[in-house]
């Protein structure tokens, strides 16, 4: 476990609308897959997806 405020949070815009939510910064690039993407076709779990640069808003202020 890491300090309290160790993690630096990214805003990432929310699917049609105007809102944001936070994510670490870890995450910024990839998103986590819904339960209908999370398998591969071959039977293999997908740990990550691409995320579109457009919805990373920057680090939160």
Not at 9 to 37: F, H
Request: proline share 5%; hydrophobic share 20%.
């Amino acid at each position: 476990m890491g300090k309290t405020g160790s993690v630096t949070w990214v805003k990432i815009k929310k699917r049609n609308s105007n809102e944001y939510r936070l994510v670490p910064t870890k995450w910024q690039e990839y998103k986590k897959p819904g339960p209908n993407q999370k398998y591969t076709s071959n039977g293999k779990k997908r740990r990550r997806i691409k995320r579109s640069q457009k919805s990373i808003l920057g680090v939160r202020s």
